[in-house]
């Protein structure tokens, strides 16, 4: 072995430690630095996921709303149909004994009856307030004003055309006559349950 082997052997020797210490120095900022990353990268995660089950839940939603609502304009439409087989029954005089008419009678009442139970099965449910209920402007629309000291004030006296809902939201409210002038009605929340926003 020469001189020169052992003076590099000694060189390296003495440059070991240095590159060991500037390892070890390294080594707790490059953790550190990981650390971080990975914190910064489970967070975008979970954040990714929230926000994934919000649209599906948001999803799921919009879907049942759609179900629901979807055939809300049609329904509407079909209501001035069953408005008039109504007032077509009610303008025929009831002890009329044509047998003709009768039978005329007897079929528009059932093409009514059709009607309604069609409604019904998707959805869509009669708001036919009794005479004496109270007024509820989610449900019904005052038509006129009756002067009645017996009535409580704000009941409902005449339904002029009955209002229609559909899965709790109104398509429709009842139109109705109340009465004016007699004691207040007792406050009762009725229809706070239905969502008029169609």
Same mark, same amino acid.
């Given at each position: 072995?020469?001189?020169?082997?052992? *003076?590099?052997? *000694?060189?390296?020797?003495?440059?070991?430690?240095?590159? /060991?210490?500037?390892?070890?120095?390294?080594?707790?900022? #490059?953790?550190?630095?990981?650390?971080?990353?990975?914190?910064?990268?489970?967070?975008?995660?979970?954040?990714?996921?929230?926000?994934? #089950?919000?649209?599906?839940?948001?999803?799921?939603? /919009?879907?049942?709303?759609?179900?629901?609502?979807?055939?809300?304009?049609?329904?509407?439409?079909?209501?001035?149909?069953?408005?008039?087989?109504?007032?077509?029954?009610?303008?025929?005089?009831?002890?009329?004994?044509?047998?003709? =008419?009768?039978? =005329?009678? /007897?079929? $528009?009442?059932?093409?009514?009856?059709?009607?309604?139970?069609?409604?019904?099965?998707?959805?869509?449910?009669?708001?036919?307030?009794?005479?004496?209920?109270?007024? *509820?402007?989610?449900?019904?629309?005052?038509?006129? /004003?009756?002067?009645?000291?017996?009535?409580?004030?704000?009941?409902?006296?005449? $339904?002029?055309?009955?209002?229609?809902?559909?899965?709790?939201?109104? =398509?429709?409210?009842?139109? $109705?006559? $109340?009465?004016?002038?007699?004691?207040?009605?007792?406050?009762?929340?009725?229809?706070?349950?239905? *969502?008029?926003?169609?």
């Amino acid at each position: 072995m020469t001189q020169s082997d052992i *003076d590099d052997r *000694d060189e390296r020797t003495e440059a070991m430690p240095e590159n /060991e210490q500037t390892a070890t120095e390294q080594q707790p900022d #490059e953790l550190t630095r990981l650390q971080t990353e990975h914190a910064e990268m489970r967070d975008r995660v979970l954040r990714t996921l929230a926000e994934m #089950e919000n649209l599906r839940k948001r999803t799921e939603r /919009e879907v049942a709303d759609a179900k629901a609502y979807a055939v809300s304009t049609f329904a509407r439409d079909l209501l001035s149909v069953a408005d008039n087989l109504d007032r077509a029954l009610s303008a025929v005089p009831p002890d009329d004994e044509d047998p003709a =008419l009768k039978s =005329l009678v /007897e079929g $528009v009442a059932m093409t009514g009856r059709e009607l309604q139970s069609t409604l019904a099965k998707h959805g869509v449910t009669k708001i036919e307030p009794a005479p004496g209920e109270k007024f *509820d402007p989610n449900l019904h629309q005052a038509m006129f /004003e009756v002067p009645d000291p017996n009535q409580p004030s704000g009941s409902v006296v005449q $339904v002029v055309v009955p209002g229609f809902a559909i899965s709790g939201r109104l =398509l429709r409210p009842a139109m $109705v006559g $109340v009465s004016k002038g007699g004691p207040k009605a007792a406050a009762n929340g009725e229809g706070a349950g239905i *969502d008029k926003s169609a």
